[in-house]
């Protein structure tokens, strides 16, 4: 079949690496479809271009997946209008994590024919099997699709266990040459990074997470040694961003993945998110040996009750003594918190400025956004039961207009008092991050001046 996956565009200048769509793509090549990308991401076509090109070219399939969102959700409604609109209308395929949670009311809204749940690569094979054959789809695991103006929700499908044997992404199909010049924390000007996922999963359950896969899915060290060389030699590649929701699934599986990658000697820089409480000093310095030069960590709160109503699994104990070893193994935190979780107050977001100010490293600059009850997460099934939310179509087209404004408020603050914690806090912290800009700069005049560097290029910013 003749199938075209569409990039949807989020008006970065340099767009992430669409891991989900060259996964899939990897898979419908190696089952004999034909399969072509649309690179709105890339090239910011207008929705239009879309209709145009569909009318003008035959597919069978179009599909686009995103992930939850009010951006996403409103690009995926301008997409759809694109496709609908179209003379040659293709059979049309959603997937991701944002219409998963709710797929009835995503193929009505979207008037798609069906919506791939949650892990695709052999959800999409067994479904464009049965449209092939002309055979009924409820039988296919993992879909939910419409017949009749009727939407049906099947079973969902296992999960892949051996995810080595998911193909490597098809990046053969996309501009590369685009998507390398993504920066990251302590990366090079010169740097061309790619990003690489070393599982699939996660091994905890935070209340605000919308992951609807249970449990952690780890790829053999081999496997991921394998992709990174691939890039390395195909495209130049540098550095490599894991972007796995937790690489650090455990300590023994993180040494042994970074001891492997020292005996394969890659000579490659990479970042990836982590766990505190994993943070100790031989796994540190370890990562550090094998390449390593920033680690991502969700704090999201520096209060132990606050942490215990996140269901985190974590302490501040955990959370400074992790942090203190990190910077004193040589490695670079990012430090994540987001603020307005159950019976959050302004006393415990200040804690949590506190923490950033104290340990800031000047990696990246950090902002404290509210936190969003989204889809599929247990914090969204609270405030539905709470009445907070009435349901799917109130969260997306009332409550979650942006993702730096409050979803809805589980706080006894006030809405007023909520938005003015969190613009004091982001005060302090942007104030603190150009203070350091400003210092740094003047540093480097210093010694342009003072000490005739002559390796100095320019105070030019692009």
């Known amino acids: 079949m003749r199938i075209l996956l569409i990039t949807y565009d989020n008006e970065s200048l340099i767009q992430w690496f669409p891991q989900g769509i060259a996964y899939t793509a990897a898979t419908l090549l190696k089952f004999g479809h034909d399969v072509e990308i ?8 207008p929705e239009s271009h879309l209709t145009e090109k569909l009318n003008n070219e035959y597919y069978d399939i179009v599909g686009l997946s995103f992930i ?6 409103r690009k995926a409604l301008k997409i759809s209008e694109a496709v609908n609109n179209s003379k040659q209308r293709p059979f049309y395929i959603l997937g991701g994590f ?7 009311y995503f193929l009505k809204k979207m008037n798609a024919d069906a919506i791939v749940m949650g892990e695709g690569e052999n959800t999409v094979i067994d479904l464009l099997n049965h449209l092939q054959e002309k055979k009924d789809l409820k039988n296919v695991l993992g879909i939910a699709y419409a017949k009749n103006g009727k939407t049906f929700v099947n079973p969902s499908r296992p999960l892949i266990e051996d995810v080595d044997s998911i193909p490597m992404p098809a990046y053969d199909l996309f501009n590369i040459e685009h998507y390398r010049l993504l920066r990251m924390p302590n990366c090079s000007r010169t740097d061309f990074i ?10 905890f359950t935070c209340n605000f997470c919308y992951r609807m896969d249970k ?6 060290n081999e496997a991921i040694i394998e992709e990174i060389r691939y890039l390395q030699k195909n495209y130049g590649i540098t550095y490599i961003a894991f972007s796995d929701e937790l690489l650090m699934s455990s300590i023994g599986r993180t040494m042994s993945l970074c001891e492997d990658m020292i005996k394969a000697n890659l000579n490659i820089k990479w970042d990836c998110n982590g766990r505190l409480n994993y943070a ?11 390449g390593c030069v920033f680690i991502n960590y969700g704090i999201e709160a520096f209060d132990d009750q606050i942490l215990k109503n996140m269901d985190k699994v974590l302490t501040t104990k955990q959370i400074e003594n992790g942090i203190i070893e990190t910077l004193k193994s040589g490695l670079s935190p990012g430090y994540n918190i987001i603020f307005g979780n159950i019976d959050e107050t302004r006393e415990t977001l200040m804690q949590g400025v506190e923490f950033l100010l104290k ?3 000047g990696a990246q600059m950090r902002t404290i956004r509210p936190v969003t009850p989204y889809p599929g997460s247990p914090l969204y099934n609270l405030a539905v039961k709470k009445g907070m939310i009435k349901d799917i179509e109130d969260f997306y087209e009332n409550k979650h207009t942006n993702s730096d404004l409050m979803t809805c408020n589980f706080t006894k603050l006030s809405d007023e008092e909520f938005y003015s914690a969190l613009m004091d806090a982001n005060e302090l912290l942007l104030d603190n991050y150009q203070r350091r ?9 210093s010694e342009l001046y003072l000490q005739k560097d002559s390796s100095f290029r320019g105070f030019r910013q692009t």
Request: aromatic letters at 12%; proline letters at 8%; charged letters at 25%.
């Open 38 to 45: 649309y690179e709105q991401d890339i090239h910011h076509y």
């Open 68 to 73: 939850g969102g009010y951006y996403e959700y």
């Open 437 to 445: 800009v400003k210092s740094d700069t003047k540093k480097q005049l």
């Open 215 to 220: 449990g952690f899915r780890g790829r053999s």
């Open 359 to 361: 340990y800031d490293d």
């Open 194 to 203: 790619m990003p690489v996922l070393s599982g699939r999963g996660c091994t």
């Open 280 to 290: 100790k000093p031989k796994v540190l310095n370890l990562m550090k040996k094998a």
């Open 98 to 104: 944002g219409p998963s949670p709710a797929p009835h």
